[in-house]
């Protein structure tokens, strides 16, 4: 790609994409309940990187309205976080007081430094109470999260024009249920899809709610609501295999069509389904589901976008739990890594999306939700004022997204915005603070104080210019 300035639209904005659970800290005030990271953190601590757990997050709480300075400082014109569900209801799901005080002021101490927020509603922070009674594969509870969504849409209907029902809602699937790595470890593809397919559904209801409310005038009229997730855009070898572009087809409908077709279409890819069901995996359909899903289209969509997707078909048909597996890694002999959180650096991937993006979905608009690089040695040089020396990774790493996104922009690409994931240094589930993502240190030796990075001043001028120089 040329090595030339590029050029964004004016109207393209920039912001900061962070997290209710992974930054707010405050854990156990104003009424809130224990979630699913609270509770793994109470259980292990010692399954955290240096013992740090759940308790702090970069403590935002403390910090919010410096902190929305700091992205305004950065030109930053927005802000996603999320709710934390177990600070917003309480447990018998009604509104807690103190916890919608929090989040009216968080979002006053937005726009009071002329950010405006972005509102998630779901950030793998189920409340640990529902998830004792079955978590995305009970009902009860897919009905409950209804129930939150639209209380929240009641409560900040009138200050929040821009929200999200989920957060990358392929991860807990994965994590939880699939892989094994997260709280309660569960290693049962079939009950990943399960909650996958409660998810989805979750979905739907919270996008109806807020139709329903928003036609009552309760959410204001010029309110927009998606879905975020981290889409990985898939690649196999070259010449490939028949079963190789089957391992491409499977990984690309459950990671990604799945979720397109629910907020475009209303509907889960049939192809899938189908394939599914042929290895023994039945979703827990019922009557009346296919109206619910029906109703999840949403208005724009976020993509999180880390690395892509390179696999080749599998060497077995199932692993040793007797999982069936459509796909196994490849390994691209060009991939360029980072090595600190092993995950291929590949820039042209957010353009491959934004072509497909077109050529499937063209009417629905997007913006890049979350981008970044966490590095664990992230502080190992300062220069003389005491800056992390950054520049020389994070802003090429940076720079190469945004040189692809303005291509994509040029060639018809429906792309809006760009949001740069841990802006400032955050808490980061398991791996807490071991790799660091932020243009502004957290320095958690000195009460969590902030100081911008060398990377800073770049990004600073990429956004009051639009210039990607």
Request: aromatic share 14%; glycine share 8%; with cysteine.
């Amino acid at each position: 790609m040329s090595t030339a300035p590029a050029r964004l639209p004016e109207d393209f904005f920039f912001g900061a994409a962070l997290s209710g659970p992974q930054t707010e800290g405050a854990w156990q005030t104003g009424g809130k309940l224990e979630n699913l990271w609270d509770r793994w953190s109470n259980l292990d601590l010692t399954a955290f990187f240096n013992r740090v757990g759940s308790y702090g997050g970069n403590d935002m709480t403390s910090h919010a309205r410096e902190d929305f300075e700091l992205f305004a400082s950065l030109g930053f014109s927005s802000a996603r976080t999320s709710i934390q569900w177990s600070r917003l209801l309480d447990a018998n799901g009604k509104l807690n007081p103190e916890g919608a005080a929090y989040y009216h002021r968080l979002f006053a101490d937005a726009r009071a430094a002329g950010v405006e927020p972005f509102v998630n509603l779901y950030h793998f922070d189920m409340p640990a109470y529902l998830f004792d009674r079955g978590g995305w594969e009970n009902r009860e509870v897919v009905e409950a999260y209804a129930n939150y969504a639209a209380t929240a849409f009641a409560e900040f209907g009138q200050e929040i024009e821009h929200w999200f029902t989920f957060n990358e809602p392929i991860v807990e699937p994965e994590q939880r249920y699939e892989h094994g790595t997260w709280y309660p470890f569960h290693v049962d593809f079939s009950r990943a899809r399960n909650v996958q397919y409660g998810i989805s559904l979750a979905h739907a209801l919270a996008v109806h709610a807020f139709r329903e409310l928003q036609a009552a005038g309760t959410v204001r009229a010029d309110a927009r609501i998606g879905l975020i997730n981290c889409f990985t855009p898939p690649y196999t070898r070259e010449n490939p295999s028949e079963a190789d572009l089957e391992a491409v087809r499977m990984t690309d409908g459950i990671n990604n069509r799945w979720w397109l077709d629910l907020v475009t279409k209303g509907t889960l890819p049939q192809d899938v389904i189908n394939t599914l069901k042929e290895r023994g995996i039945t979703l827990p359909v019922r009557p009346g589901d296919e109206q619910i899903l029906a109703q999840g289209k949403v208005d724009w969509l976020g993509f999180n976008y880390y690395h892509p997707a390179r696999v080749q078909a599998p060497e077995r048909n199932e692993d040793e739990f007797g999982n069936p597996v459509f796909a196994r890694e490849y390994v691209w002999p060009e991939a360029v890594m980072n090595e600190s959180r092993g995950w291929e650096i590949y820039p042209k991937g957010i353009y491959d999306f934004a072509m497909t993006m077109k050529r499937d979905y063209p009417d629905l608009e997007w913006f890049v939700s979350e981008n970044g690089i966490g590095i664990e040695e992230d502080a190992a040089e300062r220069d003389e004022q005491g800056r992390i020396r950054d520049a020389s990774y994070r802003v090429p790493f940076v720079r190469e997204h945004l040189r692809w996104i303005a291509r994509a922009i040029e060639e018809g690409a429906n792309c809006r915005g760009y949001h740069y994931w841990g802006a400032i240094d955050c808490w980061s589930w398991n791996n807490a603070y071991k790799n660091r993502y932020g243009f502004v240190e957290v320095d958690l030796s000195h009460n969590y104080r902030r100081v911008p990075k060398e990377s800073s001043d770049w990004m600073r001028e990429v956004a009051h210019t639009h210039v990607v120089a």
